[in-house]
């Protein structure tokens, strides 16, 4: 469980992270790591309160 876990973060980090510096070098030309890192570090923190949300709401708890 805990495997699949670090798994999700990692896939989850690194496709938010290459999609930044994608979108960042085709429309601004320039990438720093700085916003790449950040963004993508808010973005994984994003997904992962959906997810806790999302069980939340499933389990009938919230």
């Known amino acids: 469980m805990i495997l699949r ?8 980090f690194a ?4 999609a930044i510096a994608a979108y960042l070098a085709a429309f601004h030309g320039e990438v720093t790591v700085k916003e790449v890192l950040s963004t993508a570090f808010a973005a ?9 949300i ?3 709401l499933a389990d009938g708890r919230a």
Do not use: K, N
């Open 15 to 18: 496709a938010f992270a290459s």
């Open 44 to 52: 994984v923190i994003g997904l992962y309160v959906g997810r806790y």
């Open 5 to 12: 876990e670090v798994f999700i973060l990692v896939a989850a």
């Open 54 to 56: 999302e069980r939340r």
